[in-house]
């Protein structure tokens, strides 16, 4: 885990920035096997609730059953070695809540949204003081 400085700001009001601290995180084979795991039983588990739906069911058991492995190990794969930002000591710009997040890091700056109050979010990570 390696920890970088980032600045939360809200979309509707860009002029309010807070700084925070972040902790890079990144899926291990365990978790992602874990998530894979989580999948392809959520998979089975719909197959069998539609068990009880006439007609349907013709259709969906024998599908969901056979898609579950493959739900199970693409989400494995797209979450093996993925990396999360998970935020520390932030605080939402628009509620002045603490804020956890826990997102995955793609394109900066990132979105999020407050789970608290909704007010959507731009993440942007600063570079590093020397
Ligand atoms: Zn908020």
Do not use: N
């Not at 009001?13 to 807070?18: E, G």
């Amino acid at each position: 885990m390696s920890q970088i400085d980032i600045t939360i700001h809200g979309v509707d009001a860009p002029a309010k920035q807070i700084p925070a601290t972040a902790q890079r995180r990144t899926w291990g084979r365990q978790q992602a096997m874990k998530k894979g795991w989580y999948w392809l039983l959520a998979t089975w588990g719909l197959a069998a609730a539609t068990i009880f739906i006439p007609i349907v069911h013709f259709v969906s058991v024998p599908a969901l059953l056979l898609a579950g492995p493959l739900v199970g190990f693409l989400i494995y794969k797209l979450h093996l070695g993925a990396v999360d930002i998970v935020t520390k000591d932030a605080i939402c710009p628009a509620c002045t809540q603490p804020l956890a997040l826990e997102i995955a890091e793609a394109a900066w700056p990132l979105a999020a949204k407050c789970p608290r109050c909704g007010a959507a979010l731009s993440i942007t990570s600063v570079p590093q003081r020397k």
